[in-house]
């Protein structure tokens, strides 16, 4: 079993950065990708950004392509996200997951991840 922590997130203004931290523990992981999925109120989990755990390749969604930049640290078990130019509509609680059922972001997209962390609130006021 893998757990995760989220971490830094908080209250900002419209324009500022951020970024949020990821640490998996329980066990080395060694599965497919790592990625972060946010939740605004009232709406459901969407996915955000995804990042290959045995590669470099990464995936985002196309409301924050070119602000969010997803890394990692396979040593540190830790995934980041690096958030630019933030809007209020950024306002969720972020979630970090781990999945290592499937290397397709297509399903991340669609059916999420394997394992979640309990969530990070960011707020962005305007």
């Known amino acids: 079993q893998v757990q995760l922590v989220e971490s830094g997130g908080g209250l900002v203004q419209a324009g500022d950065s951020l970024r949020l931290s990821c640490v998996a523990s329980?066990?080395?992981?060694?599965?497919?990708?790592m990625g972060w999925f946010r939740q605004a109120p009232g709406k459901e989990r969407e996915f955000v950004a995804a990042?290959?755990?045995?590669?470099?390749?990464?995936y985002y969604s196309d409301s924050v392509e070119g602000r969010f930049t997803i890394s990692k640290d396979n040593a540190k078990n830790s995934v980041y996200l690096q958030m630019s130019s933030l809007k209020p509509e950024d306002t969720a609680v972020y979630y970090c997951?781990?999945?290592?059922?499937?290397?397709?972001?297509?399903?991340?997209?669609?059916?999420?991840?394997?394992?979640w962390g309990k969530g990070t609130l960011v707020t962005v006021s305007s």
């Open positions: 990042i290959s755990w045995r590669r470099d390749s990464t």
């Open positions: 329980g066990r080395t992981f060694s599965g497919y990708a």
């Open positions: 997951g781990a999945d290592e059922s499937t290397p397709y972001y297509s399903d991340y997209v669609r059916h999420g991840m394997d394992y």
